[in-house]
């Protein structure tokens, strides 16, 4: 059974870095084709895809955001970590880690809880 | 502005079914698969459709997906209680080189 669970802090001062925490289980970040995704959802809007991780190291970032972000995996901790620079009022939202697999197409198939990020001095 | 625009809201009866659309572009839907999602308030999106057309296991089979063209659709039958909820379409975009997300279609069953 695979899962997924985001930690971090929940709030956040402005110009602040936010460092998440995505601990997963059920599968390994050493297996050809899976990838762990960020995303995060603003208060009543719609998700917003922030970032990709694959098994390779290969790293995608959403380039709105790109200049800000950094992903980084420890495959023995199972683990992956998102770091976003220079936090804003407007980066409030739920954060969310999820499962991905590029055989078969299925995409982001299965997402963590969702951590909240208020951003506000 | 979200990228792929979907109706904000959809209504139905118990029994009845009901469609969301969801309408993009040819650097999206028309050449990348979509991908359907469901949220309860307070929680995470669920897997609901994959490449199109396919569901996960545990999706019952009154739930599909279609795509045609630039076009997708989350057809929804024999509506149930259940089912009101957040619903979402998701794709790559290869002119963007993201993933785009429609601004959801909030189900509400009468």
């Known amino acids: 059974q695979i899962t997924l669970k985001e930690s971090g802090p929940t709030l956040v001062k402005p110009t602040q870095t936010l460092t998440l925490t995505c601990t997963f289980s059920?599968?390994?970040?050493?297996?050809?084709?899976?990838?762990v995704g960020w995303l995060r959802q603003p208060p009543g809007k719609a998700p917003e895809w922030l970032s990709l991780?694959?098994?390779?190291?290969?790293?995608r970032y959403s380039p709105s955001l790109k200049s800000r972000l950094t992903v980084t995996k420890d495959t023995s901790k199972n683990e992956v970590v998102l770091t976003m620079t220079n936090m804003a009022p407007v980066d409030t939202a739920t954060y969310y880690c999820?499962?991905?697999?590029?055989?078969?197409?299925?995409?982001?198939?299965?997402w963590g809880q969702g951590t909240k990020v208020t951003v506000s001095s | 502005q979200a990228v792929l625009t979907q109706p904000p809201s959809a209504s139905g009866t118990p029994g009845q079914g009901v469609i969301i659309s969801c309408s993009g572009s040819r650097s999206n839907l028309g050449n990348r698969y979509v991908y359907w999602y469901k949220q309860f308030p307070g929680m995470a999106p669920k897997f609901l459709i994959y490449?199109?057309?396919q569901r996960p296991s545990g999706v019952p089979d009154r739930i599909s997906g279609s795509k045609s063209g630039t076009s997708a659709s989350l057809a929804i039958s024999g509506l149930r209680p259940e089912d009101e909820a957040d619903y979402y379409c998701t794709s790559w975009d290869d002119s963007l080189s993201t993933w785009v997300f429609g601004g959801g279609t909030k189900l509400t069953v009468l």
């Open positions: 490449a199109n057309n």
């Open positions: 059920g599968f390994s970040l050493t297996t050809s084709g899976l990838a």
């Open positions: 991780i694959y098994w390779d190291d290969d790293k």
């Open positions: 999820a499962h991905y697999e590029t055989a078969d197409h299925t995409g982001f198939d299965i």
